[in-house]
């Protein structure tokens, strides 16, 4: 980390712009939104996991003293909502506001009321008079796809919503020449975001019949443009406000939600605002997880441990509605599958499913690629345990060279993966630890590669920013990506700090409200430092141009021969002659009557997608590939099955590090999610109902119960992000699982393949082994 | 007005985009700012025209119940609030927002309190105790510049707080050549800018120190950054919003009160939000009007009309505070005396002259002008009447040749004045009435030129705007220019929509909030259609490039052979080729990645000012100026005086109308104005107390008051104003009165010299010719 010494504020701990809002509870959430006369709304849901509507009659509840609008999907507008919705060509039109004609799943919307106050409108929704003919329902995806199973959707032939195969290289050829094939099925489970703050929305409309709809959301500047789509007015029209959001985790990314749009309609049916906000038992049920899969991997090894070909299939339970599976599954496919070991032959294929499931495929940190990690990083522990080879070993032998391309041919720019196995093993003594084998204790290993953002809309990965100098020396950095929690607008600062040579208070960072904002894809997919931040420091360069510009005049310099450092600008061999930023802002504006703006556009340097060519680039990826190595350390106690995290070691390329305690905090944090995807958290479900209604049925893992967590910052320049920067937000979470997993099997033996692991499923094994 | 009919919006008559908020009331001015445990502050101000502070104790007043803060000159920021404060060197630091030792009148603010509500707010006032030395005061400006008047600041000699002398040729020889010599004084009255929003402000201060004010003003911008070096916080901290604007007419123009001042430091010591809100008595104790001038006109003329020099001396009653008394002087000396009619030799000499007379010096609609113009075109009818000539063909005589320079090298680009004074006469029978001559009935003309904005802080004249395509075709233009209530946002959308050849509803128009705004000089000085407008102008060219670089793709064509026009970009020899610009913005965000932004940045084209040199550019002016010529028809009645207007006839040169309807609003407005300043408007006080507490004491002029109008487009395309656009805002008001008192004159032979002309000075002068 040389490079940091140099720079003023890249590379250092900064505290976060946001810190003091939050530790002081002065943060408003879109929950602290009040308006005059504002109303509640309340959903009334299908208590049926597949059913016919018959008919509605809301009738009863209109007339209930204090009720001030009543919907059903008669007044909702006739356009579904799905994933990347005007962009992607040939969605299915399935997830429509509110129910039209059947219900798929338990908790689908069916009709909605606003009221004077809450307790009112619980009693409104007691009074729609909803009659159903009940359906067949299905709940496995594998028996959802046979031919016999119940139908969700009339054409959809076994349910089957999508399907993706690939081939790379020449399978049968690398299977051939393997000394062993392996073949295993995993499973994954649908875990909760487990945002602290729960789904929903304020929307008012004004006298012009302009929206503003106040909502947490990774992505109000796509949210503007889909409710815009979706109500069929001008996106001059619609104002999306993230005030605050208290976790996004991919369940607020991309996605309108259907509550947005019932309640956009409430409030223009009532005439008033209206606030739509889930209890915790909604927010549970609403679910909207992370699509669980099934991984069927085979794979053909040699006795050296290399992989010679890999045939995989899965099949991903989307519930009623594909939203992102497609888009997961590809993911995690190219990702874990394609990218992680070299695997020169590669079949793939893959399914997505219908199901009577509620809604389990909302974008998940991660994407689809701890489900595949879930399954590959498991695999490799079991080979090299039948190998009789170090799992760590395994991997080294596995990966790219150095400049090698991939089967896609992809090309890593910064390879940092070998760097973060050596450094996690190091730190964790993973040589000794092996070696000492004390019993019941173990150490597992797993690797990751994912990716910092990612080709949408078939085309483009774009962020940008516009950088206004205000006369005295400050500036204003625009941005419409959402400060979620994740420190990206900290980052913003020190990259517009340290490019333009000022102060970091002289930068303040709005954004997170269209009504301000640029074009912007969000906040997701391991992409804001990455992409914003190369936004920035592009608006950053062509300002500090239109600085030295003027301040040369100021100076009589040359402006090749400015620099400029801690709010002056100086000549490089005479650093005393001088001018503050603030006198060269100060005598642009009011001398010379040049007002200083910068924009700055950030375009991934990808070719747009060519679904013909299965080629790099892949559809997909991107420029800029975070890699990482983590290792568990379990005790588990046979006779309970329980299992002790006792330390968690995990190091992560990120290129560069802009914040080390923001990229410290994305690590604890992401450990935290994977230790519950891990061992505990499962939003289960029964016939298509969920049953979790509160945390104390749902054990996220709290303060106490983390085990000593050793962050590694590995850095390797990526030539493509800002500052050589990439992401990291997903990738922590992907490892985690399998890493924990493997050192259970290191401890005590036994192998579970679905998650989580919980202490029944270690006692079961341990019972069936004896 | 043939190119109108070639204009899609411009020239026609288009909706305001504020009208639908306005007529439903649904309009939120800074007084609906309600915000949670807000405060209400209260100012105590002097009792006394002139005194010394002995001491303030507020600690009974801290004491009662529900009193959250008092301040007094200790709590406030040692900065002086005067005009163009930052940029303006040498001025007098004399104005702190609250009195430090003396107090120089009755109404300067001596301390405050913030208070749960207003009852106990108002109550804590009187228990503030001050005790004060009470000092001669002085009231009379010309008394005041004698050598034993009392003294209002130490150091400063015969109280002239600013003095500017002027000359243009040979005045001695100028006069040798007269063959009459005309010796007048006039006086103007202070008006109140009766804006139908009463003054005040709300203060906010957010965890992280940032400030946010809610307050009427035409210039946010400016505000802002006054009010951050005042407060000696980074601009960067401060956020100032103009939700809507009452009215300004000059009252909210560049000024930051003492009441802003004030406001913000209560609510950060009482650390709540703090609203001061003026009652009307108190807005009109507060004063701040238009200054008084006294006019003192020597001119000598040939017999053929023909006027051969003029010398000129002012004396401006600035109160204690001299504010922009210099620069109003200076801008009425130069349109009146220089600009409207040629006098090759001219002598100036003015005063500003501290009295202890209220504060009277905020920028009044006209600047300056409507005081020297009442001296300049009543003194031109007394030479006519004086010649025998009709008033008319005096004025057609010294005007201008097309292309003749000034005495201070200036030349009129686009010149209307003949024309107005054509197009007036005409219209309003001028010739016929003066030759029917019918009893107690008159006739009168005044003519005008002003300025479409000026050079400010030396050297500056500039606007900038950004524009923002979305992806759906629709563009967000941001301005920091405040929509007072003038129709500029309008106009801003029919330039933007005209240049881009979209729909006007696809452009929406965002301002008067420093949060999205980028530098703007402000709403004032008729500036904001010529110089906003050039910038959107600008912008909008620049996106049109832009969308054309994109559609030329698309329609596989070359980019000049594109045009634009309702929302369609199509090939010019090709129409059926074409494409609608929303899937112009669509292919280029969603499949090549393009963010379409422009900046539009407008300088006037004037080179910066040297106040040494007594030429081009003259020091306030401009490059597009706006003529106009009045003409008044009265009936007056002899046995009381009073005064019946029958008709105003008002043609103005506004080079080219953008929106006829708001041109003909303005037009309607000034006249209105005009009619109270000339015949009934007078913000009286008495030993330095204002006596006007009251609409009911002040005859503003309301509809059923309001003669017949008719308002004359005149059409000259000036080069430099956008689609040939000059200001209009002030130079209505400038002729109304005098064109009024050369009516009455007309009627009944009576020549009053001293606004207003009321019925009490026409029966009094009506008897002393008896």
């Known amino acids: 980390m040389s490079e940091a010494e140099e720079y003023s504020y890249i590379g250092k701990r900064v505290p976060r712009v946001d810190a003091i809002w939050k530790v002081t509870g002065k943060a408003e959430y879109f929950g602290d939104v009040k308006l005059p006369h504002m109303l509640i709304g309340k959903i009334l849901t299908s208590p049926y996991p597949h059913a016919r509507i018959i008919s509605i009659d809301t009738s009863k509840a209109e007339r209930l003293s204090g009720v001030r609008a009543a919907v059903t999907s008669k007044d909702m507008p006739e356009t579904a909502l799905d994933f990347y919705l005007p962009g992607m060509k040939g969605v299915l039109f399935e997830n429509f506001p509110l129910a039209i004609d059947k219900v798929r799943f338990i908790g689908k919307e069916v009709a909605a009321v606003a009221a004077d106050n809450e307790s009112i409108a619980e009693e409104a929704l007691k009074l729609i008079d909803v009659k159903y003919e009940v359906l067949e329902a299905i709940f496995d995806p594998e028996q959802s796809m046979k031919p016999n199973a119940p139908r969700l959707y009339d054409g959809v032939e076994n349910n089957i919503a999508r399907t ?5 290289g020449e399978v049968d050829k690398g299977f051939e020449e393997a000394d062993y094939i392996f073949e295993d099925e995993f499973k994954t489970q649908p875990q909760y975001h487990s945002a602290m703050e729960r789904k929903g929305c304020v929307c008012s409309w004004d006298v012009e019949g302009n929206l503003t709809m106040w909502t947490p959301t990774q992505t109000p500047h796509l949210i503007r443009w889909e409710v815009s789509t979706v109500l069929e007015i001008s996106m001059a029209k619609v104002r999306v406000i993230n005030p605050n959001c208290g976790g996004g985790f991919g369940a607020h990314a991309h996605i309108v939600h259907p509550y947005m749009i019932i309640c956009a309609i409430l409030a223009k ?30 794979s053909g090894v040699r006795k050296d441990g290399k992989l010679t070909a890999r045939e995989v299939k899965m099949i991903v339970d989307c519930g009623a509605h594909t939203l992102s599976a497609l888009g997961q599954m590809k993911l995690g496919y190219y990702t874990a599958c394609v990218h992680l070991y070299k695997a020169p032959n590669i079949k793939f294929d893959g399914y997505v499913v219908y199901t009577n499931n509620p809604i389990r495929t909302l974008p998940y940190r991660g994407f689809g690629n701890p489900q595949v990690a879930w399954a590959i990083e498991s695999q490799m522990d079991i080979i090299a345990d039948k190998l009789g080879m170090d799992p760590m070993e395994l991997r080294l032998r596995n990966l790219f060279e150095p400049g090698e391309i991939s089967v896609t041919g992809c090309k890593f720019d910064a ?11 190091e730190t964790a003594n993973w040589s000794e630890k092996k070696r000492e084998g004390m019993p019941n204790r173990g150490i597992g290993m797993a690797c990751l590669v994912h990716i910092s953002g990612q080709v949408v809309y078939d085309s483009i990965e774009t962020s940008s920013v516009l950088l206004i100098a205000k006369e005295d020396g400050s500036f204003d950095l625009y941005t419409d990506c959402s400060e979620i929690g994740t420190g990206i607008w900290t980052v913003c600062q020190q ?17 997170g409200d269209t009504a301000v904002g640029v074009f912007e894809l969000g906040s997701y997919a391991s992409r804001a430092t990455y992409s914003v931040g190369n936004a920035v420091k592009i608006a950053a360069t062509d300002m500090m141009q239109q600085l030295f510009e003027v301040a040369a005049t100021m100076l009589a310099a040359k402006v090749e021969d400015l620099e400029a450092k801690d709010g002056e600008i100086y000549v490089k061999n005479a650093p005393e002659q001088k001018v503050p930023i603030s006198e060269v802002t100060y005598y642009a504006h009011f001398k010379l009557g040049k007002v200083l703006i910068s924009k700055g556009i950030w375009n991934m340097p990808i070719g747009p997608y060519d679904p013909s060519a299965d080629r790099w680039p892949p559809p997909g990826m991107c420029t800029s590939y975070p890699f990482g190595c983590q290792v568990a350390e379990v005790e588990v106690d046979p006779k309970t099955g329980k299992v002790e995290l006792l330390s968690l070691t995990a190091a992560h390329d990120v290129g560069f590090p802009i914040n080390l305690n923001s990229v410290e905090g994305q690590i604890e944090g992401g450990l935290v999610m994977g230790c519950g995807y891990a061992l505990t958290e499962n939003l289960t479900t029964e016939e298509g109902r969920v049953l979790v209604t509160d945390f104390a049925d749902y054990f996220v893992w709290r303060a106490p119960d983390i085990p000593q967590i050793k962050p590694i910052v590995v850095t390797t320049n990526d030539s493509y992000g800002p500052f050589g920067a990439k992401g990291l937000g997903e990738p922590v979470l992907v490892p985690t699982a399998p890493a924990i997993a493997n050192a259970i099997y290191d401890a005590i033996g036994v192998r579970i393949k679905e998650l989580p692991v919980t202490s029944e499923k270690i006692l079961k094994a341990l019972k069936e082994r004896r």
Chains 1, 2 share one sequence.
Do not use: M, N, Q, W
Not at 164 to 168: G, Q, V
């Open 164 to 168: 993706l195969s690939k081939t790379h």
């Open 269 to 298: 049916k009532a005439g008033k605002p209206v606030k739509v906000e889930f209890g915790r038992g909604e927010d549970f049920a609403y679910a909207a997880t992370a699509p669980p899969f099934i991984v069927k991997l085979k």
């Open 415 to 425: 390879y940092g993966l070998p760097e973060c196995i050596k450094k996690a093993a």
């Open 495 to 511: 990259i517009a700090a340290e490019t333009l040579g000022t102060r970091l208070e002289d930068i303040k960072v709005t954004g």
